[in-house]
């Protein structure tokens, strides 16, 4: 086992993440490709390979068990990463729930198109959208996330049109985001704010769990 695959490891078992050596060899060669390309396209401002590994990958598999939670028995599901520039969440998440249907859209056509090159390299439920969010059309998705994306309430006032009837909403924050919190409309309700530990990363981080109130469309389901 190489070193780089053992830390995969001891990340995913700190999570509680039950992972094959498949999903292991996919989550690092998706971390070389993003760095190989982030050399030449900036997809993300972090270059060193190790600020990379904890602040991108571990970071991005902390959310994979309350995911899991809220997903349960259900198959078929279609996530919406919103903003997702080099694939994060989306590419972890579909290495880690195969069973979840991923579009990634970006207004960026690189970061976009990263994301269509590793989907397909890694074979994965995966689907590049290069667009502004606010121009998707169908299908509408059952969970819409997003980590690097402007505030609580923009995600969820352009993207409202694209949630399914009983859909949710949750995004990667730091800090718990009080302030955006308290900024969002009454057609939308926070119904868990999560904390994540995530692994040798020294900093708050939390998921804000979000649904639309049933006036606008029926309500999504809290993570057990």
Request: aromatic share 6%.
């Amino acid at each position: 086992m190489s070193p780089d695959a053992g830390r995969v490891l001891a990340a995913a078992r700190a999570l509680g993440l039950v992972t094959n050596d498949q999903q292991v060899s996919s989550l690092l060669k998706f971390l070389a490709e993003l760095g190989r390309w982030n050399a030449t396209y900036n997809l993300t401002a972090l270059r060193d390979p190790q600020a990379m590994f904890t602040h991108h990958l571990v970071d991005c598999m902390a959310a994979v068990p309350p995911v899991l939670r809220w997903v349960g028995r259900r198959s078929g599901l279609k996530v919406l990463d919103v903003g997702s520039g080099g694939g994060l969440p989306g590419i972890v998440w579909a290495i880690l729930i195969p069973e979840l249907d991923i579009t990634c859209v970006d207004a960026v056509g690189k970061k976009a198109a990263f994301v269509r090159q590793v989907a397909g390299e890694l074979g994965l439920r995966v689907t590049a959208r290069h667009a502004r969010v606010e121009t998707l059309g169908a299908p509408r998705f059952d969970l819409i996330t997003s980590r690097a994306f402007s505030s609580l309430q923009d995600l969820t006032l352009l993207t409202r049109s694209s949630l399914a009837t009983g859909g949710a909403w949750v995004a990667l924050k730091g800090k718990a985001p009080d302030t955006e919190i308290a900024a969002l409309g009454a057609e939308t309700r926070v119904f868990h704010v999560e904390p994540l530990t995530v692994p040798d990363l020294d900093a708050e981080r939390c998921l804000v769990w979000m649904e639309a109130r049933p006036d606008s469309a029926e309500t999504g389901h809290p993570p057990g």
